[in-house]
């Protein structure tokens, strides 16, 4: 099994959803974890979780998209924890809508959040991980960073730079002993899909999850403990010979639909 004992790793996004089971899963394997997040509860959720598991956690309250806030947070981890091994760049949004229906205001959000977010904290945590002696990079793109997917017009943009994004970081980094790859997922049952459903289809909640289920081939969405343990090897020593890549876990989505 992956191990990351006394490695720190930054997670942005860290106290829900996919971060929450990467958080977890770094924890598991022995890792000192920083959660970047803006839901203090969903943070204090995750890290209580890890803590009854013998794992040690710490919340640094973090808007991505804000230059000082970022710095801000690294300084504390710093303080906390000393220099950081491994950032997980997974901090995002959503937006529905297309070129047409997505107004100027989603869009530059989803641009702040999705890949200005990304940027600041490669921009500030580089730098630690250079003077540590080198380090990890994983960021979290997406399917509709390689595949068109309806109604996903920002979205598609934003993982799109993330996607690109992680080669440059990759091929700009390789003499500092710092990696850098990428997840791209298919659709994974978050607390975001759930609240998805509750919101636009209150009378056909599970009818309309049965129906996002069956696009993947596989017959289900993924799990988010499937990522993070994606998400473990990938930032372990295990895949010390990987770099610049992106990995899609998709259920069959990408290849295997008729």
């Not at 209580?48 to 300084?75: H, M, P, Q, W, Y």
């Not at 969405?221 to 899609?248: F, H, R, V």
Request: glycine letters at 10%; a negative charge.
């Amino acid at each position: 099994m992956a191990q990351l004992s006394e490695k720190i790793a930054i997670v942005t996004g860290g106290g829900s959803g996919i971060g929450r089971a990467i958080s977890e899963s770094f924890a598991s394997a022995g890792a000192s974890i920083a959660i970047f997040d803006l839901d203090e509860n969903a943070a204090n959720e995750t890290m209580a979780a890890i803590e009854a598991n013998g794992g040690k956690a710490v919340f640094f309250g973090c808007d991505v998209s804000s230059a000082d806030s970022v710095a801000t947070a690294l300084r504390s981890c710093q303080a906390a924890f000393g220099q950081p091994d491994i950032l997980v760049n997974n901090a995002g949004i959503a937006n529905i809508g297309t070129a047409v229906t997505t107004c100027e205001e989603d869009f530059d959000q989803v641009m702040k959040v999705n890949v200005k977010g990304v940027y600041l904290c490669l921009h500030y945590i580089l730098p630690a991980m250079v003077e540590n002696g080198g380090g990890v990079v994983l960021n979290l793109s997406s399917i509709a960073a390689i595949t068109g997917l309806k109604d996903r017009f920002a979205y598609s943009a934003s993982k799109g730079a993330v996607h690109t994004l992680t080669l440059a970081v990759a091929a700009d980094h390789l003499d500092d002993n710092i990696r850098c790859n990428a997840i791209c997922p298919a659709r994974v049952h978050t607390p975001f899909v759930d609240g998805y459903l509750e919101k636009n289809y209150p009378d056909k909640r599970d009818e309309m999850f049965e129906k996002l289920s069956a696009v993947q081939p596989i017959g289900r969405m993924a799990k988010p403990d499937e990522i993070g343990k994606l998400a473990l090897y990938l930032c372990s020593d295990d895949a010390s010979y990987i770099t610049g890549q992106t990995y899609n876990i998709d259920g069959g989505y990408l290849n295997l639909r008729g």
